[in-house]
Each structure stands twice: as structure tokens, then as C-alpha cells.
């Protein structure tokens, strides 16, 4: 029977663009650098999406990824444009609606070797796909192979694994940090709209949890070889299930 460790946490920043905000970055960027924090920072590489602006557009947005990449921070690729153009929801089935899943193979490689290329372009190396609204399907599984990216953030297992593909798959669970008595346990931030009461508490959280806060290579180090199995199956559709009666009651 495998061990399951006590509980370790990645973080993860979404919808990183020139013009996110960078008022509440910089607050949030200190607390990461004061606590030795190497978080996941998934950026749009050519962002249409106008609800992401929210600042004016920073001319060296590359400059301070290329900085980030430097200090051990992992780049994530967050889709293309982030523009929505379908109603599948994909496999992991919580959005209807998504930038790729439903499009056909064409268009879909398409879109990541256009996106692949502005990292390039930039010298940022993109580590690992994150979907905008989590919202891909089995094409894109394919073509991200293809494009060179096999790490996948996403999914409700409470272990990270490497699935038939060749696909290392590290979940993605939480929307703020909670006590969890084993696993791993991806916290994914949306910062754009965030009060500076929101900051305070981040800033707890993550002094709070700190110990237990691991960098993105340090996880996918550790699991590359690691195979799903029961234990997988069953805790995803606990947490699928715990999520959406969470949504239900809310309603």
C-alpha cells in the first residue's frame, strides 16, 4: 500500500499579463520573496481577454518574467489569448466554456505553437500547461506533447502522477489554503480583484503554512515516476463531489 506524506502545498498565480495588478503583485511578491516561496506563475502569452486588464500594461512585463525564471520560479503556459470561443467544458468538466477543448487538432496546435513561440521569443521556457477555466480536452493533451510541455496543472487526485501519455499531472484543488492531513495540495490565486484585506490574509496563510510550501520542480521531481492508481480515482470524485455540493449550497 503506497504512503501518503503529510500534507505539502504549491502555489499558484492565474492570469498573469502586462496588465494585471500590479499594486496588489508587488504586495504579494514581497510576502513570496520574504518566506522563500517558489510559486507556479501561469502567464497569458499574448492576452485578448479585457477583463484581465485591470493596470495599465507594464512595457517590461518579459523582463520581470525572465527575472522570475531566474529566482527558481516555475512559468506556466495560461492558454493563448484567453478568449473563449466553445461551450465543451473538457475533461475535467467544471467550466462550459474554453479557449480549446472542442476545437479541432489543427486549430488547436496552432494556437500552442503561436503561444509556445512568444515564450521563445522571450527566452521564458513554459514548464508546465495551465488551462484557462480548466477547460481542455484529449486534443490537447496531444498537441501539448507535441509542443514539448508534459506537465499538466490540473485534475482533483490528491497525489501527483504520470499517466499512459508520459503526462505528469499535478492537481489542482484549492482556491485558498485550508488544513489537509496528507497530499498535495495546489492553491491557485486570482489576484486581479484582491482587497488589501485579501493580501493580509495571504500573507498570514503563507507564513502560516510555510514549511509546508514546496517549489513546482521540487513536486514534479519527486512524483515523475509515480503511476495513478485506486486511490487516485477514488479521491478525485471526493473532491469533484465535495466542490460542486459546495457550489449547490452557495447557490
Excluded at 504579494?28 to 497569458?44: K, Q, T, Y
Excluded at 496546435?109 to 527566452?123: M, V, Y
Excluded at 492537481?171 to 498535495?184: K, S
Amino acid at each position: 500500500m503506497e504512503l501518503v506524506t503529510a500534507a505539502k502545498y504549491l502555489l499558484r498565480f492565474d492570469d498573469v499579463c502586462p496588465g494585471m495588478n500590479w499594486t496588489v503583485w508587488r504586495e504579494v511578491e514581497s510576502v513570496l520573496h520574504a518566506n522563500g516561496v517558489r510559486p507556479l506563475v501561469a502567464i497569458v502569452p499574448d492576452n485578448r481577454d479585457a477583463h484581465l486588464n485591470v493596470a495599465p500594461a507594464r512595457a517590461d512585463f518579459w523582463e520581470q518574467a525572465r527575472r522570475w525564471q531566474s529566482q527558481g520560479w516555475t512559468m506556466g503556459l495560461h492558454g493563448y489569448q484567453h478568449v473563449y470561443i466553445t461551450t465543451e467544458p473538457g475533461i475535467i468538466g467544471r467550466n462550459r466554456y474554453s479557449e480549446f477543448a472542442g476545437l479541432g487538432r489543427g486549430r488547436q496546435l496552432g494556437k500552442l505553437r503561436s503561444a509556445t513561440a512568444i515564450f521563445a521569443e522571450q527566452s521564458v521556457e513554459p514548464r508546465v500547461w495551465v488551462a484557462p477555466a480548466h477547460s481542455f480536452d484529449e486534443v490537447t493533451l496531444e498537441v501539448l506533447a507535441e509542443c514539448g510541455i508534459r506537465r499538466i496543472s490540473d485534475g482533483y487526485s490528491v497525489l501527483p502522477h504520470m499517466n499512459g501519455r508520459g503526462l505528469l499531472w499535478i492537481p489542482q484543488q484549492l482556491g485558498r489554503f485550508r488544513r489537509m492531513p496528507a497530499g498535495v495540495w495546489t492553491v491557485c490565486c486570482h489576484i486581479n480583484a484582491w482587497t488589501p484585506e485579501k493580501v493580509r490574509r495571504f500573507g498570514q496563510d503563507v507564513e502560516r503554512f510555510g514549511e509546508r510550501i514546496a517549489g513546482f520542480e521540487e513536486i514534479a521531481a519527486e512524483y515523475a515516476q509515480r503511476r495513478p492508481g485506486l486511490a487516485d480515482r477514488l479521491s478525485a470524485g471526493s473532491i469533484e463531489l465535495a466542490r460542486w455540493l459546495r457550489f449547490a449550497v452557495l447557490q
